[in-house]
């Protein structure tokens, strides 16, 4: 087996953890929303679009940074559990995790900002 193929070969669990992590940052970014339509409206005339998206997407990357952070400590605590001698299972389990909730919070607020555009001129 080469190591490019066994590089993401993670336990079910993992998988799992990170697929429900990202669907749940996703959610959030996309439709966590507190305020009226005349704050979105001053949040649009004030920041405008890009800017409530990249702040968004900044807010909600941060929030999935802590969940991966979550998942990486739970598989480190498995690594020293196991006494095993490799270490680039959390590592990973980081990069793959990083990438699935960057990406699922940049998707979710690309939809949070188009709604918000959507439902603001109409």
Do not use: D
Request: aromatic share 14%.
């Amino acid at each position: 087996m080469s190591t490019a193929n066994s590089k993401y070969q993670l336990h079910s669990g993992y998988w799992l953890l990170i697929g429900v992590s990202g669907v749940f940052t996703l959610l959030c970014a996309s439709v966590f929303y507190i305020g009226s339509e005349e704050s979105a409206q001053n949040m649009i005339r004030e920041e405008g679009l890009i800017g409530i998206c990249l702040r968004r997407f900044v807010g909600f990357a941060l929030f999935g940074s802590v969940l991966t952070l979550g998942i990486v400590l739970l598989s480190l605590g498995i690594k020293l559990w196991n006494r095993a001698a490799t270490w680039a299972e959390p590592l990973n389990v980081l990069k793959l995790s990083l990438a699935v909730h960057l990406a699922c919070a940049f998707l979710g607020s690309l939809f949070f900002t188009w709604w918000v555009a959507s439902t603001t001129t109409s």
